[in-house]
Antibody, heavy 119, light 113 residues
Framework: QVQLKESGPGLVQPSQTLSLTCTVS????????VHWVRQPPGKGLEWMGG???????AYNSALKSRLSISRDTSKSQVFLKMNSLQTEDTAIYFCTRETTEGIHYFDYWGQGVMVTVSS | DVVLTQTPPTLLATIGQSVSISCRSSQSLLHSNGNTYLNWLLQRTGQSPQPLIY???KLESGVPNRFSGSGSGTDFTLKISGVEAEDLGVYYCMQFTHYPPLTFGSGTKLEIK
């Protein structure tokens, strides 16, 4: 059974660094790409970046200077780190799995974790 | 970056009514490999997005066949033939052809009268 679950602090102070973990089960991180997508309250979806099965990464250029995505395959975990947080980074953060076979869509999503940036 | 423009932003429908949502892209979404990576998702209130349609018109497993997708190039449509109460939520199109970054439309909120 495929599952993804995000975890991390619910509150982060401005200018601090956000660290989130996506723990997956039911599939191998070496066989599937995992992405991070965020959603500010009441707004739409924004792709942040992803990590490929081979470990390479891609980022949204708007966030690239602040964002890092990595993983620990032995623990089936994908990590997101973003520094210099501002209030506009307040959002629900989702991790999601991309299908294989070059079809390119997100077939499973985590429940999301709400992150509030506030002092 | 590819911009996806969805219309209408809000859709008010009665049960049983057929509705359509448009997604227009700022660039052709036809990939050099011949595929068009245009997908549709539904996000119900308080839930994560869920996949509906991929590659323009292919239904995700378990999605009712009242949902259909069509289009090519820059113009795409999601149609619901006979809206049911469980269909309410926000519908997003997204493209995977020109990435990074992959991009989402701004969403269409379906409300039931």
């Amino acid at each position: 059974q495929v599952q993804l679950k995000e975890s991390g602090p619910g509150l982060v102070q401005p200018s601090q660094t956000l660290s989130l973990t996506c723990t997956v089960s039911g599939f191998s991180l070496t066989s599937y790409d995992v992405h991070w997508v965020r959603q500010p309250p009441g707004k739409g979806l924004e792709w942040m970046g992803g990590i490929w099965g081979d470990g390479s990464t891609a980022y949204n250029s708007a966030l690239k200077s602040r964002l890092s995505i990595s993983r620990d395959t032995s623990k089936s975990q994908v990590f997101l780190k973003m520094n210099s947080l501002q209030t506009e980074d307040t959002a629900i953060y989702f991790c999601t799995r991309e299908t294989t076979e070059g079809i390119h869509y997100f077939d499973y999503w985590g429940q999301g974790v709400m992150v509030t940036v506030s002092s | 970056d590819v911009v996806l423009t969805q219309t209408p932003p809000t859709l008010l429908a009665t049960i049983g009514q057929s509705v359509s949502i448009s997604c227009r892209s700022s660039q052709s979404l036809l990939h050099s490999n011949g595929n068009t990576y245009l997908n549709w998702l539904l996000q119900r209130t308080g839930q994560s997005p869920q996949p509906l349609i991929y590659l323009v018109s292919k239904l995700e497993s378990g999605v009712p066949n009242r949902f259909s997708g069509s289009g090519s190039g820059t113009d795409f449509t999601l149609k619901i033939s006979g809206v049911e109460a469980e269909d309410l939520g926000v519908y997003y199109c997204m493209q995977f052809t020109h990435y990074p970054p992959l991009t989402f439309g701004s969403g269409t909120k379906l409300e039931i009268k």
